[in-house]
């Protein structure tokens, strides 16, 4: 009898993610690692116009929407498809990003840059939750579908725009490059912290709503709300890190930012109800916004410019397969659950 409790508060949190289902987190992030696999070992994202490797990610973005909007089910072969595609262009576009600024910035420059691509991606992360919560009701999914196809193909333009005015980045190619992952061999032990540390932050992405859903909270709106704090305090994190890097420089950062992850892990695990739950996920958040921004900024001015875009790809392949470890491990827990197999 005591399983029966676990069991259907198991049994909600999937029937919440049934209603979810727009947003796969697990999927996305087994997609995206794979993606990051393919953005260090066979992108030429390092020997390339980043600007146009971001291009052509756009273009691939706009067709996979496109073939979105010619399916009225959102539960179907082509909605997964386009999931992984969306999926796996990400990560390539993000490391082309940074070597695009790694080539034109200074090594100092380099945590105010990352500072502003996580302030961009958290605001417009919300402004969307928040948006797409208001218009799928009115417009559906097409008309949802459309307003992302224009924010692409806005994007695609700006990039042209950034090409056209430019014929050529600015390169200080510091030290040669064998155009191997052995570039990267000193900063193993660093990829293989930000794995183990991502594998536990990886609760923040299923744990507030299974203690949601422990509580009986099933509205779509509530949980939207959840969301949405987290995505606050992500932002907060992001704001943040400037000035504590600045100030603490970044070995502490980073070290500062991954105790105060553990304490909030700790908290999780005392079980003191819904409140606390969403307070200490959304603070793992914003102190995990701190860890990856400080990370990703001294491992990137570690290595000549050359070498930026396949470092930026391992960080995020070790950032998505912690998350996405963590999600197995989930998904793996509530079945045994649901089919009386734990002890």
Same mark, same amino acid.
Request: charged share 10%; hydrophobic share 55%; aromatic share 8%.
């Given at each position: /009898?005591?399983?029966?409790?676990?069991?259907?508060?198991?049994?909600?949190?999937?029937?919440a993610a049934e209603i979810n289902s727009k947003s796969?987190?697990?999927?996305?992030?087994?997609?995206? @690692?794979?993606?990051?696999?393919?953005?260090?070992?066979?992108?030429?994202?390092?020997?390339?116009?980043?600007?146009?490797? /971001? /291009?052509?990610?756009?273009?691939?973005?706009? *067709?996979?929407?496109? =073939?979105?909007?010619?399916?009225?089910?959102?539960?179907?072969?082509? !909605?997964?498809?386009? &999931? +992984?595609?969306?999926?796996?262009?990400?990560?390539?576009?993000? !490391?082309?990003?940074?070597? #695009?600024?790694?080539?034109?910035?200074?090594?100092?420059?380099? &945590?105010?840059?990352?500072?502003?691509?996580?302030?961009?991606?958290?605001?417009?992360?919300?402004?969307?939750? #928040? +948006?797409?919560? %208001?218009?799928?009701?009115?417009?559906?999914?097409?008309?949802?579908? @459309?307003?992302?196809? =224009?924010?692409?193909?806005?994007?695609? /333009?700006?990039?042209?725009?950034?090409?056209?005015?430019?014929?050529?980045?600015?390169?200080?190619?510091?030290?040669?490059?064998?155009?191997? %992952?052995?570039?990267?061999?000193?900063?193993?032990?660093?990829?293989?912290?930000?794995?183990?540390?991502?594998?536990?932050?990886?609760?923040?992405? $299923?744990?507030?709503? &299974?203690?949601?859903?422990?509580?009986?909270?099933?509205?779509?709106? $509530?949980?939207?709300?959840?969301?949405?704090?987290?995505?606050?305090?992500?932002?907060?994190? @992001?704001?943040?890190?400037?000035?504590?890097?600045?100030?603490?420089?970044?070995?502490?950062? &980073?070290?500062?930012a991954a105790v105060l992850l553990a304490a909030c892990?700790?908290?999780? =695990?005392?079980?003191?109800?819904?409140?606390?739950?969403? +307070? !200490? !996920?959304s603070a793992m958040l914003g102190f995990g916004q701190?860890?990856?921004?400080?990370?990703?900024?001294?491992?990137? =001015?570690?290595?000549?410019?050359?070498?930026?875009?396949?470092?930026?790809?391992?960080?995020? *392949? *070790?950032?998505?397969?912690? $998350?996405?470890?963590?999600?197995?491990?989930?998904? #793996?827990? %509530?079945?045994?659950?649901?089919?009386?197999?734990? *002890?």
């Amino acid at each position: /009898m005591r399983q029966d409790k676990p069991r259907a508060a198991l049994q909600s949190y999937l029937a919440a993610a049934e209603i979810n289902s727009k947003s796969p987190d697990l999927q996305s992030n087994l997609f995206s @690692a794979a993606g990051l696999g393919i953005a260090v070992i066979f992108a030429p994202i390092d020997r390339s116009d980043p600007i146009a490797v /971001m /291009m052509i990610v756009n273009v691939l973005r706009i *067709c996979t929407l496109l =073939s979105i909007s010619f399916t009225d089910e959102i539960d179907s072969v082509l !909605s997964y498809a386009s &999931i +992984a595609v969306l999926s796996l262009v990400q990560p390539v576009y993000l !490391s082309a990003e940074v070597s #695009f600024f790694r080539r034109i910035t200074s090594e100092d420059s380099m &945590i105010s840059v990352l500072r502003n691509i996580a302030n961009i991606d958290w605001l417009t992360y919300l402004l969307g939750m #928040f +948006a797409g919560a %208001m218009l799928v009701d009115q417009l559906h999914l097409p008309g949802v579908l @459309a307003l992302n196809l =224009s924010a692409v193909m806005l994007s695609l /333009m700006v990039l042209f725009g950034i090409k056209q005015r430019s014929n050529r980045l600015p390169s200080v190619l510091e030290s040669p490059s064998s155009g191997t %992952m052995l570039d990267l061999a000193p900063l193993y032990p660093a990829f293989f912290a930000v794995l183990l540390l991502n594998l536990g932050a990886g609760l923040i992405n $299923v744990y507030p709503a &299974i203690r949601a859903t422990a509580a009986g909270v099933l509205d779509r709106g $509530v949980l939207l709300t959840f969301v949405m704090t987290n995505g606050v305090f992500a932002l907060l994190g @992001a704001l943040a890190v400037k000035p504590i890097f600045d100030r603490l420089g970044a070995l502490p950062t &980073i070290a500062g930012a991954a105790v105060l992850l553990a304490a909030c892990l700790a908290i999780m =695990s005392l079980d003191a109800g819904l409140p606390v739950a969403i +307070a !200490s !996920s959304s603070a793992m958040l914003g102190f995990g916004q701190i860890f990856a921004a400080a990370a990703h900024t001294h491992m990137v =001015s570690l290595v000549a410019p050359n070498r930026a875009g396949r470092l930026s790809g391992l960080f995020q *392949c *070790c950032t998505y397969s912690g $998350v996405a470890g963590n999600g197995m491990f989930f998904r #793996f827990w %509530m079945i045994s659950s649901l089919s009386g197999w734990s *002890c």
